[in-house]
Protein backbone atom coordinates (compact mmCIF):
# COMPACT_ATOMS: atom_id res chain seq x y z
CA UNK A 1 0.00 0.00 0.00
CA UNK A 2 0.95 3.69 -0.66
CA UNK A 3 0.41 6.27 0.77
CA UNK A 4 0.35 9.62 -0.97
CA UNK A 5 -0.41 13.48 0.06
CA UNK A 6 -1.29 15.80 -3.27
CA UNK A 7 -1.59 19.60 -2.84
CA UNK A 8 -3.16 21.07 -5.64
CA UNK A 9 -6.67 22.45 -7.11
CA UNK A 10 -9.83 20.85 -8.11
CA UNK A 11 -10.44 20.78 -11.27
CA UNK A 12 -14.34 20.57 -11.08
CA UNK A 13 -17.10 20.07 -8.82
CA UNK A 14 -17.68 16.87 -7.05
CA UNK A 15 -19.95 14.51 -7.70
CA UNK A 16 -21.66 11.99 -5.58
CA UNK A 17 -22.40 8.21 -7.33
CA UNK A 18 -24.41 5.61 -5.27
CA UNK A 19 -22.51 2.09 -5.32
CA UNK A 20 -25.27 -0.18 -3.92
CA UNK A 21 -25.49 0.59 -0.47
CA UNK A 22 -22.42 2.97 -0.82
CA UNK A 23 -21.89 6.30 -1.70
CA UNK A 24 -18.47 7.62 -3.55
CA UNK A 25 -17.47 11.14 -3.91
CA UNK A 26 -15.07 11.99 -6.81
CA UNK A 27 -13.32 14.70 -8.24
CA UNK A 28 -9.93 15.27 -9.64
CA UNK A 29 -7.11 17.53 -8.20
CA UNK A 30 -4.01 19.26 -10.53
CA UNK A 31 -0.87 19.59 -9.56
CA UNK A 32 2.09 21.45 -10.77
CA UNK A 33 5.42 20.55 -10.29
CA UNK A 34 8.09 23.18 -11.48
CA UNK A 35 11.55 22.19 -12.28
CA UNK A 36 14.58 23.70 -14.05
CA UNK A 37 15.84 21.84 -17.41
CA UNK A 38 19.30 21.60 -18.83
CA UNK A 39 18.79 25.41 -19.97
CA UNK A 40 17.98 26.49 -16.75
CA UNK A 41 14.67 27.88 -17.19
CA UNK A 42 11.86 26.74 -16.06
CA UNK A 43 9.49 23.88 -16.76
CA UNK A 44 5.90 23.63 -15.59
CA UNK A 45 4.66 20.04 -15.62
CA UNK A 46 0.63 19.50 -14.43
CA UNK A 47 -0.17 16.08 -12.66
CA UNK A 48 -4.15 14.72 -11.96
CA UNK A 49 -4.66 12.89 -9.66
CA UNK A 50 -8.51 11.24 -9.51
CA UNK A 51 -10.05 11.14 -5.75
CA UNK A 52 -12.50 9.20 -4.77
CA UNK A 53 -14.01 9.39 -1.19
CA UNK A 54 -16.37 6.84 0.45
CA UNK A 55 -19.27 7.18 1.71
CA UNK A 56 -19.03 11.18 3.01
CA UNK A 57 -21.58 12.61 0.82
CA UNK A 58 -21.41 15.71 3.07
CA UNK A 59 -17.44 16.58 1.28
CA UNK A 60 -18.98 17.43 -1.73
CA UNK A 61 -20.22 20.78 -0.44
CA UNK A 62 -16.41 21.73 0.47
CA UNK A 63 -15.25 20.09 -2.65
CA UNK A 64 -15.57 22.81 -5.29
CA UNK A 65 -14.25 23.63 -8.62
CA UNK A 66 -10.70 26.13 -8.00
CA UNK A 67 -10.66 25.67 -4.53
CA UNK A 68 -7.34 24.30 -3.02
CA UNK A 69 -7.04 21.16 -1.63
CA UNK A 70 -4.91 18.93 0.42
CA UNK A 71 -4.90 14.75 -0.44
CA UNK A 72 -4.11 12.19 1.81
CA UNK A 73 -4.86 8.71 0.74
CA UNK A 74 -3.60 5.40 -0.71
CA UNK A 75 -2.26 5.65 -3.90
CA UNK A 76 -2.68 3.51 -7.10
CA UNK A 77 -1.63 3.60 -10.86
CA UNK A 78 -4.27 2.43 -13.04
CA UNK A 79 -3.96 1.49 -17.20
CA UNK A 80 -7.61 2.07 -19.17
CA UNK A 81 -7.89 1.69 -22.98
CA UNK A 82 -9.56 4.77 -24.40
CA UNK A 83 -12.02 4.69 -27.54
CA UNK A 84 -9.01 4.49 -29.40
CA UNK A 85 -8.28 1.52 -27.82
CA UNK A 86 -5.24 3.30 -26.90
CA UNK A 87 -3.66 2.85 -23.28
CA UNK A 88 -4.01 5.44 -20.65
CA UNK A 89 -2.84 5.81 -17.38
CA UNK A 90 -4.24 7.22 -13.98
CA UNK A 91 -3.26 8.19 -10.90
CA UNK A 92 -6.02 7.44 -8.15
CA UNK A 93 -6.49 7.91 -4.88
CA UNK A 94 -8.68 6.75 -2.27
CA UNK A 95 -9.22 9.68 0.27
CA UNK A 96 -9.08 9.16 3.85
CA UNK A 97 -8.32 12.85 5.06
CA UNK A 98 -8.67 15.78 2.64
CA UNK A 99 -8.52 19.57 3.82
CA UNK A 100 -9.70 22.48 1.82
CA UNK A 101 -8.54 26.16 1.64
CA UNK A 102 -10.07 29.61 0.64
CA UNK A 103 -13.11 30.82 1.12
CA UNK A 104 -16.01 29.05 -0.47
CA UNK A 105 -19.21 30.82 -2.38
CA UNK A 106 -21.49 28.73 -0.08
CA UNK A 107 -19.50 29.00 3.26
CA UNK A 108 -17.62 31.44 5.34
CA UNK A 109 -14.68 29.39 6.53
CA UNK A 110 -11.45 29.68 4.68
CA UNK A 111 -9.82 25.98 6.36
CA UNK A 112 -12.57 22.60 6.43
CA UNK A 113 -11.17 19.30 7.22
CA UNK A 114 -12.54 15.93 6.51
CA UNK A 115 -11.80 12.97 8.05
CA UNK A 116 -13.33 9.78 6.06
CA UNK A 117 -14.83 6.94 7.81
CA UNK A 118 -12.63 4.13 8.43
CA UNK A 119 -13.51 1.22 6.63
CA UNK A 120 -13.23 -2.24 8.98
CA UNK A 121 -10.77 -4.78 8.65
CA UNK A 122 -11.52 -8.35 8.04
CA UNK A 123 -9.36 -10.83 9.42
CA UNK A 124 -8.16 -12.22 6.18
CA UNK A 125 -7.63 -8.46 5.15
CA UNK A 126 -5.23 -8.46 7.68
CA UNK A 127 -3.90 -11.58 7.28
CA UNK A 128 -2.99 -10.16 3.15
CA UNK A 129 -1.69 -7.17 4.65
CA UNK A 130 0.66 -9.06 7.22
CA UNK A 131 1.84 -11.14 4.06
CA UNK A 132 2.76 -8.00 2.13
CA UNK A 133 4.92 -6.49 4.21
CA UNK A 134 8.74 -6.76 3.50
CA UNK A 135 9.48 -7.41 7.10
Known amino acids: MVI ?10 AVV ?11 TVACN ?22 NNTQAKEMLTKGR ?9 VRLWKDFNNETQISNDVRV ?5 FGKSEK ?3 LT ?5 PAQPVTPQKA ?9
Open 127 to 135: TEIEDDLPF
Open 112 to 116: ETQTA
Open 33 to 54: ERSKNINGEIVVDTFFYRCSLW
Open 96 to 100: SFFQV
Open 4 to 13: INVGGNITAD
Open 68 to 76: SVNVLGTFK
Open 107 to 109: KEL
Open 17 to 27: KVIGENTVTSF
